[in-house]
């Protein structure tokens, strides 16, 4: 399987490109962003794109690609609805339109969160731009695309949020991690586990075409611990 990564200087960037690595099924990375994610390995190569709106002289690249993980996002604090919706609406689409003109028959994953507006009719702005984000996706014509909506995504072997402030927050969050697993299951999630699931998603399908918390987590479940999956993916 080929992989082309979004984002993947991002905390959740890293950690999806990390499962992608360790992966033998996984023979080429191809990560698409406005800097270098700084990781040396033979599956990996890089395109700059200082412009996020406009492939034209770089999509002739992604040809033979079986599937594209969207990581790319900023946090919503501080920006008004045009700001962040030009951030998480057009980027996102600009790609993803791009993708699907060169290669349809991929797998498009979107990284988007718990209380996603579907509707884009609710209060909270944040959550109305990444409903509206996750409605565009799905209209589009790729083989197959799914909105993976995690709650708490725990780092994990490393990984780090680019933010000093997150950054600083997870490590100081990470001790309680077991605590808050045993006690809010349906709501947290490891970027070890994100990565597995979206890899799984990628292969085999998976039973929605939007995933929460839990869902993703069930997906990321070795085989022999998710007797369900396969029987739910086939269906779908």
Known sequence: MKV??????GMVGQGVLRECLRDPGVECV????????????????????????DYSAT??????????????GVSSAGMNEADY??????ITLAAARALVKVHSDMTFIYISGTGTDS????????????????????????AAAYMFRPGYIQPLHGVKSKTKLYAALYAVAAP???????????????????????????????????????DIRELAK????SNDRAGASAAG
């Open 119 to 142: 509707s884009e009719k609710g209060r909270s702005m944040w959550a109305r731009v990444k409903g509206a984000t996750g409605n565009a996706l799905l209209a589009l014509p790729f």
């Open 4 to 9: 082309i990564i979004f984002g993947a200087t």
């Open 176 to 214: 309680m991690y077991p605590v808050l697993n045993a006690f809010f299951p349906k709501y947290v999630i490891t970027t070890e586990e994100l990565g597995r699931a979206m890899l799984v998603a990628a292969r085999n399908g998976a039973p929605k075409r939007v995933l929460e918390s839990a």
């Open 30 to 53: 191809l990560l698409i962003g406005r800097t270098r994610a700084g990781v040396t390995h033979p599956k990996v190569r890089e395109i700059i794109q200082a412009d996020l709106t």
């Open 59 to 72: 999509e002739n690249e992604w040809a033979g690609y079986d599937a594209c993980f969207f990581c790319l």
């Open 85 to 90: 919706r030009r951030v998480t609406y057009d």
């Open 222 to 225: 070795p085989p022999d611990q």
